[in-house]
């Protein structure tokens, strides 16, 4: 059965489990597709209102967008524990075995891939929620506080997934692409998803 399609129970229970996945790569894409879910949800409490009329054709955009954007995330679930058990076979293989290195760092390309998307996601995740917390209605505010904080949580969790495969590869030029690329836009997007947190909770709490 599909990672996203067990129940919450059965899903964290493996998560608890001795089994290599789900792991810390599921769980953020799991995390994230529920935070930008909230921000689709803010969406729906906004649109159709004549409050915010004047925004309506910018939220039902995001709120699509979002949708979207959660299912997306919620399907790298799967392609994250996919990814990772040839990872786990390469491994096992002894070490004086001829081309173990080149099948590790074939396969420890393929498990960084997922991650790396999760927190190119989380950072558009993050984008939306900015739009969600500056137009969306203040009864639902606090649910785009939350799916900001979640969002970050999550591109900072599929973060230390990709970097705990590009520290084993042998290409450390390509390893520093990924890195780089990986530093950058956390540092950017915590803050922006903190910023969101911060002035929601300075405003309403």
Excluded at 182 to 187: A, I, M
């Amino acid at each position: 059965m599909e990672l996203k399609n067990a129940s919450l129970t059965d899903f964290t229970e493996a998560l608890a489990s001795r089994a290599p996945a789900p792991g810390g790569g599921g769980a953020s894409a799991l995390v994230g597709a529920l935070g930008v879910a909230l921000g689709a949800m803010v969406g729906e409490l906004t649109v159709g209102k004549p409050k915010y009329a004047a925004v309506e054709a910018e939220m039902t955009a995001l709120t699509g967008q979002a949708k979207e954007l959660s299912q997306t995330l919620l399907a790298l679930v799967d392609e994250d524990a996919e990814a990772f058990r040839p990872l786990s076979r390469a491994y096992g293989i002894p070490k004086d075995a001829p081309g173990r290195a080149e099948e590790l760092e074939r396969c420890l390309r393929l498990a960084a891939q997922p991650p790396l998307k999760m927190v190119r996601l989380c950072c558009k995740a993050i984008e939306l929620m900015e739009g969600f917390a500056a137009m969306g209605s203040v009864l639902a505010v606090s649910d785009a506080a939350t799916g900001a904080v979640l969002c970050r949580g999550a591109m900072y969790g599929a973060a230390v997934n990709v970097k705990v495969n590009t520290k084993a590869m042998a290409d450390r030029a390509y390893a520093g692409t990924i890195n780089d690329e990986v530093d950058r836009l956390t540092e950017e997007y915590g803050k922006r998803a903190g910023k969101v947190y911060e002035d929601i909770y300075r405003r309403y709490c």
